[in-house]
């Protein structure tokens, strides 16, 4: 594809958060750390 390290996102400087939905109509938030090697891994996301 071309890309540099420089086209990459650094997982360090990205926010990333699964909402989780809860009884009542809740929600939970978790925050997502990301791996340089192995990205982020979301527990809920399947494909």
């Known amino acids: 594809m071309g890309l540099e390290n420089e086209d990459l996102i650094d997982?360090?400087?990205v926010f990333v958060y699964e909402f989780i939905n809860q009884p009542a109509g809740k929600s939970m938030v978790k925050e997502i750390i990301g791996d340089p090697t192995t990205g982020f891994?979301?527990?809920l996301l399947s494909v």
């Open 11 to 13: 997982p360090r400087k």
């Open 41 to 43: 891994q979301f527990d």
